[in-house]
């Protein structure tokens, strides 16, 4: 998460050093994970878990999203 650059002002802001400690995030944060990790996930995992695992995030992106 580290790697990806911001986007605007109030879009996606710079990570922390260490996303996966979840200390003093707030809402915006969260968010901001959930809006990157479909390109970060991408091709981590081998088939057919990738394909699970990127339909699982797309869920959750469009439900946060409604």
């Given at each position: 998460?580290?790697?990806?650059?911001?986007?605007?002002?109030?879009?996606?802001?710079?990570?922390?050093?260490?996303?996966?400690?979840?200390?003093?995030?707030?809402?915006?944060?969260?968010?901001?994970?959930?809006?990157?990790?479909?390109?970060?996930?991408?091709?981590?995992?081998?088939?057919?878990?990738?394909?699970?695992?990127?339909?699982?995030?797309?869920?959750?992106?469009?439900?946060h999203?409604?």
């Amino acid at each position: 998460f580290q790697q990806v650059p911001t986007f605007g002002h109030d879009t996606i802001r710079r990570f922390r050093q260490n996303v996966s400690d979840l200390k003093q995030m707030a809402a915006r944060d969260f968010e901001d994970l959930l809006q990157c990790a479909i390109p970060i996930f991408t091709g981590l995992l081998p088939e057919p878990h990738n394909g699970q695992i990127i339909k699982l995030l797309f869920v959750l992106a469009h439900w946060h999203g409604l």
